[in-house]
């Protein structure tokens, strides 16, 4: 069956413009979460997703950052007003169940902000 | 606040020897599932084990086993027979309520 997929698999896009990344997770998963890593780093944990509701937006890293799930599928995340900073591999997972033993995830989108 | 620290930036394996990867949590909430992941050079992340707060026993999935020492909030990864294949970033990461935190990995380097 099919994964988790994302578009785009590359952005490049210019410091003040808006971007918008797409997940398409894994059919009947009700859990949907983002992450951002960074060259060299870890995961950092931005939002999760059950159903269509975010119960916890406090990981997003500032007030440019929103995301939104419609139809417990499809979620976006978008970018306001982009800064170098915010250049990152962006990943999306999903699960079958909120928090779920096990995430399955999909290739990123690395998004360079220049 | 939460905190998962790998103190192993690089590590190295004789192919079929076992490894062992260390991670520390630190947690307050006595309820919390603790993961590893895979991360090879093509980028995907790749889910490995999970370990419950409340599990007695230690997880195992095939080659893999979690030492879970829940007194030193420890949760190290035993790779055993190591395969050229796992060479990769191995990260090890916590779920609290609704919070997910990773740390920053051991690169894992199995050598012939």
């Known amino acids: 069956g099919a994964g988790v997929s994302q578009s785009p698999s590359n952005k490049v896009t210019e410091k003040g413009k808006d971007v918008e990344l797409r997940c398409d997770p894994i059919?009947?998963?009700?859990?949907l979460y983002w992450y951002r890593q960074s060259l060299g780093q870890g995961l950092e944990f931005l939002i999760y997703f059950q159903g269509n509701s975010a119960p916890d937006k406090s990981g997003l890293p500032s007030d440019r950052f929103s995301a939104e799930r419609t139809g417990g599928s499809v979620s976006t995340l978008t970018i306001q007003r982009t800064q170098q900073e915010d250049s990152a591999v962006y990943l999306c997972?999903?699960?079958?169940?909120?928090?779920?033993?096990?995430?399955?995830f999909g290739p990123g989108t690395r998004l360079t902000v220049t | 606040a939460q905190k998962i620290t790998q103190t192993q930036p690089g590590m190295f394996v004789q192919e079929k020897e076992a490894v062992t990867l260390d991670c520390t949590y630190d947690t307050s909430d006595p309820s919390y599932g603790l993961f590893w992941y895979k991360q090879p050079s093509s980028g995907e992340m790749i889910f490995l084990i999970y370990q419950g707060s409340y599990d007695q026993q230690n997880a195992t999935e095939g080659r893999y086993s979690l030492n879970f020492q829940k007194a030193r909030k420890s949760a190290n990864l035993v790779i055993s027979a190591s395969q050229l294949g796992d060479s990769a970033m191995y990260f090890c990461a916590a779920n609290t309520g609704n919070q997910f935190y990773f740390g920053t990995g051991t690169s894992l380097t199995v050598i012939p």
């Open positions: 059919s009947g998963h009700t859990a």
């Open positions: 997972a999903s699960s079958p169940t909120f928090p779920g033993r096990e995430q399955y």
